[in-house]
């Protein structure tokens, strides 16, 4: 059977099976569900990528935190994992080292950016 025999041929076969009805495709959208909650699942220690901007209305996120973030990880070589604009990882220790070492970097971009305001 073509795979988009009679949904009209609009969807593509990922589409078809992540957002179609078609009972054929249950088993494939259980299997690939189970996998996604199971990769989420072990990144439960999470820090949030958003934080309010705090020298601007506008952004009202602050544009340098996510990246701070990411920055630290990488520097500290943890793994990590994007999910729902949070940074998970594997331990609380990972996190609570990601957090501390994103703080220090922040301050350091605050501190820069202070300074380029003051010129």
Same mark, same amino acid.
């Given at each position: 059977m073509p795979v988009n025999q009679g949904d009209g041929g609009a969807m593509s076969f990922a589409?078809?099976?992540l957002f179609g009805n078609n009972p054929r495709d249950d088993l494939l959208r259980?299997?690939?569900?189970?996998?996604?909650?199971?990769a989420v699942d072990a990144y439960q220690y999470r820090i949030g990528t958003r934080r309010k901007n705090r020298f601007a209305d506008s952004p009202r996120w602050d544009?340098?935190?996510a990246s701070c973030l990411t920055e630290?990880?990488?520097?500290l070589k943890i793994p990590y994992r994007s999910i729902n604009s949070q940074i998970?990882?594997?331990? *609380?220790?990972?996190?609570?080292? /990601?957090?501390v070492r994103? #703080? *220090?970097l922040?301050?350091?971009? /605050?501190?820069?950016?202070? #300074?380029?305001?003051?010129?």
């Open positions: 589409k078809r099976v259980e299997e690939r569900a189970t996998q996604a909650r199971a544009p340098a935190w630290a990880a990488d520097e998970g990882f594997l331990s *609380e220790g990972d996190s609570n080292a /990601v957090r994103a #703080e *220090e922040h301050q350091k971009q /605050v501190a820069e950016f202070r #300074e380029l305001m003051k010129r």
